[in-house]
């Protein structure tokens, strides 16, 4: 950032984002540190503790009880790291902003300018509401009673709001009078039409994101869960996680986020403009939208629809997840929804399966299918460790709401 402002009075680009670039590093080091806050997920942690599961078995999985956390460290560190986003959404809304008040953005560089910090800003916000549910986690534990997300979802409306606004940049209006263009200038115009269809496409999979992190706080982090011991005479005590009633209310509009987010992913994938690959981009997230969809089905009785979402979303979770390497060098500057991530695939697939396992527990004869589920999601669930990590588990047992973080570079706007 100094070498940058070094020159500052250039009007070449690097000196125009310099605050882009900042607020990029400072997006990175935050989400480094809140990866590291190993906030834990209960309905997995459930799972291992099953009297079927032999946790002896399962070299590392000591950490995944939360007994010896300090809360008050993890409330601490997530609170700094909600700072931070926060700072560097701050950079990138004044620079935006500037741009918008002022009277230099006629051009359509400038154009594209703004709309590139925008959509970094509600990435930023995006990861910040995330920071902020789990300070929200941290203090739950600590003060032991019930806490509303309303302060987190205040963050992800500001991202909405600044993703509307942008839409009046995108518009598709082309011009065709292209008599008398030599063939740079249509050349010039080609290229501005696909990077406005590029970032169109990014503002729409940005707002399905945070509207997905949305409907997964009214139903897992409002309504939360608590935890049972029943002791049985003929077994070991069988520790249950019994989800809290949420009102017809809660649930209306956490199926109306989920839905809004599955019709952009949708929209996305069916668009002529995006390509066979970047459509197999969208599908991860198209499942961990479905999931969410197929839980509000389950919470409202619907357990035959509820179960064939459920599938439906592991297949495409799965699918994605077995196909995508880490060779896959920088082809995300081209898919709309950040670069597919392996790890937040598989989680969002566990997850699916945690909760059809859940569903089928709670389904006449079908606690066969309960538990055959339940093995499969431990099974994804350990995939996610490191092996010889030295007790260090990586991304096993993690909460869920780790894959709504938007990993992104500058190369991504």
Known sequence: MEVVEEGEDRKDDDAKMAGLRMACGMNAMALNKLAM??????AIRALYHHPRNDENNDEN??????NNRSWSKTLQEAGEIEDMLGMASRVLLQDYQSIKDGTTATTDSDKHRAVRLALASAACLNNQGIAQIFYLVAKRQLMERTLTADSAVYIWTQALDLLDGIEGYLSDEKDDEDKGKDHTQQQQQQQQQQQRQHLKALTESIRARIYCNMAWTILFFD????TVSTDDAS???TTTQIPIPISEDQLKLASDYAGKALKSYETLSSSSAVGEEMAAAIQPSMGRALGLVAH???RAGSSVTAEGLFQTAVDYCTAAADTTTADD???HLNHPDSNPNPVMMKMDARDCLSRLADLCRNWEKRGVDAERHGVRALEVD??????GGGGVDGWRGKNGLYSGLWFFSIGDF
């Open 37 to 42: 806050l190993d906030i834990r997920d209960a």
């Open 61 to 66: 999985i000591g950490s995944l009880d939360g």
């Open 223 to 226: 309504s939360s869960t608590t």
């Open 235 to 237: 077994s070991d005590t």
């Open 296 to 298: 509000c089905y389950a």
């Open 329 to 331: 060098n920088n082809s």
């Open 382 to 387: 350990r995939s996610l460790g490191r092996d």
